[in-house]
């Protein structure tokens, strides 16, 4: 697509509860990454998929937190018992390569706004 | 502990004017600076980077400005204009790697 997609928008669920996040990335985009930004915070690291190497999960704040990627495809962002402090953004980029996705950065989807209560 | 800071979470200006957006990095071993803009509702746009070989890179209306000794980063808009009303962040790494780190942003309102 001409863009990365994200799905659901906006996303709120009872504390204790599974939610699978969605992405797609830009067609030929080999690099795709997961952040979130909580309130009043900057972005922070979820994790990378490059190609089919192993991915960089190092972001990922706890054992709840998983991520897929299907070839240089679609992406899921899945989080077992969800509590409230996972109330976030979750913005999903991609880009050719990994590395600095040459002199444009990456390029972001608008966001998953998920709402734990 | 926060390794990219953005101390001014907003600033207004007036149209037509100059926009400074700063951002400040600990960590001497980033070689590759960014900016990012943001408005409500979408994923973050690209804006503008900058190497540490370089201390200028203009785009248009926007520049960037690099003091490796200082370890400081800022982004001025001139002249501003209405549309630049955003959140903009700063983001760093070090070449060769993939994560960017990103600052908190800061939020500019540019009044008409």
């Known amino acids: 697509g001409a863009g990365v997609s994200q799905s659901p928008s906006n996303k709120v669920t009872e504390k204790g509860k599974d939610v699978e996040l969605r992405c797609d990335p830009i067609s030929g985009h080999t690099a795709l990454y997961w952040y979130r930004q909580r309130l009043g915070q900057g972005l922070e690291f979820l994790i990378y998929f490059q190609g089919n190497s192993a991915p960089d999960k190092s972001g990922l704040p706890s054992d709840r937190f998983s991520a897929e990627r299907t070839g240089e495809s679609v992406s899921t962002l899945t989080i077992q018992r969800t509590q409230q402090e996972d109330s976030a953004v979750y913005l999903c980029?991609?880009?050719f390569g990994g590395g600095l996705g040459g002199d444009y950065g990456y390029t972001f989807g608008s966001g998953t706004r998920l709402t734990v209560v | 502990d926060q390794q990219v800071k953005q101390n001014s979470p907003s600033l207004s200006v007036q149209e037509g004017r100059i926009s400074i957006l700063n951002c400040d990095y600990t960590n001497s071993m980033f070689d590759y600076f960014l900016w990012y803009k943001k408005y409500p509702a979408e994923g973050p746009t690209f804006l503008i980077s900058?190497?540490?070989?370089?201390d200028k890179n203009e785009d248009g209306r926007f520049t960037v400005f690099l003091n490796k000794s200082a370890k400081h980063l800022s982004l001025h808009i001139v002249p501003s204009q209405p549309g630049d009303s955003a959140v903009y962040f700063c983001?760093?790494?070090?070449?060769?790697?993939?994560?960017?780190?990103f600052g908190t942003g800061t939020r500019l309102k540019v009044l008409a």
């Open positions: 900058i190497s540490s070989i370089k």
């Open positions: 980029a991609s880009s």
């Open positions: 983001a760093t790494t070090t070449s060769g790697t993939y994560k960017y780190i």
